[in-house]
């Protein structure tokens, strides 16, 4: 049996995370007919993709781009960099990213989008130039993260939950939502810790004093107090 293809698929699918700035939102109905036409998407899966973008075209693009910027880009459970969930800061982040530039690399594809490696329509693009059973492979490695994402999506009453139930069921592989771990503040999650921490108010000479930021009329000066 022959194996059923993924190239549109996963091409189309890729596209529906972008960032849906106008260009996206007007090209969108035409990435649904690409799901259609290569029959690998649930049908139901497909209506609800299909009514979703249908709704893009009726609402204010203003509200459609602060909705997906909201989603993806203020947490990271919903992160659509996949070694984010992986390595988080780490350093092993790093080579990470050095050893998947490589694997597009070994393909003949270099990488022109001025996206990281590890974003996840990246992955998807990558793959969809793949034979189908490497797609497939690619797709089985991150498909823990995936389903990650789909609960934190899910539990956003978020549409995107089903464009990443849609690759996990095109490739095959099962679609088990992990329950998200309550998330920080966005605040809390990226503070910095404080670089002079522990640090006396003055030094052993006792001329030094600290400095304090104050807003004086509309600029902001620093003080020495």
Not at 117 to 127: C, I, K, M, N, S
């Amino acid at each position: 049996m022959k194996t059923p293809r993924l190239t549109y698929t996963l091409r189309a699918l890729a596209f529906l995370l972008r960032y849906p700035d106008q260009e996206t939102r007007a090209l969108a109905p035409q990435a649904v007919q690409a799901l259609a036409a290569e029959g690998v998407v649930p049908t139901e899966r497909l209506r609800r993709l299909r009514a979703w973008v249908d709704a893009w075209l009726h609402r204010d693009g203003y509200e459609v781009e602060a909705e997906y910027v909201e989603t993806f880009d203020r947490g990271r459970s919903t992160s659509l960099h996949l070694f984010e969930h992986v390595h988080g800061d780490s350093r092993e982040r790093g080579p990470a990213m050095i050893d998947l530039l490589q694997t597009y690399e070994a393909a003949g594809l270099r990488l022109h989008s001025h996206e990281l490696p590890d974003h996840l329509p990246v992955l998807l693009e990558f793959a969809s130039t793949q034979p189908a059973d490497v797609a497939r492979g690619l797709v089985g490695e991150v498909a823990h993260i995936v389903n990650a994402l789909i609960g934190a999506l899910q539990r956003r009453r978020s549409a995107y939950a089903d464009v990443l139930i849609a690759v996990l069921e095109a490739c095959g592989q099962r679609v088990e939502p992990a329950e998200p771990d309550d998330e920080p503040a966005l605040d809390a999650s990226w503070s910095e810790p404080q670089a002079f921490g522990g640090c006396p108010s003055s030094a052993a000479s006792g001329s030094e004093r600290p400095i304090r930021f104050v807003r004086r009329r509309s600029e902001a000066t620093a003080s020495v107090v």
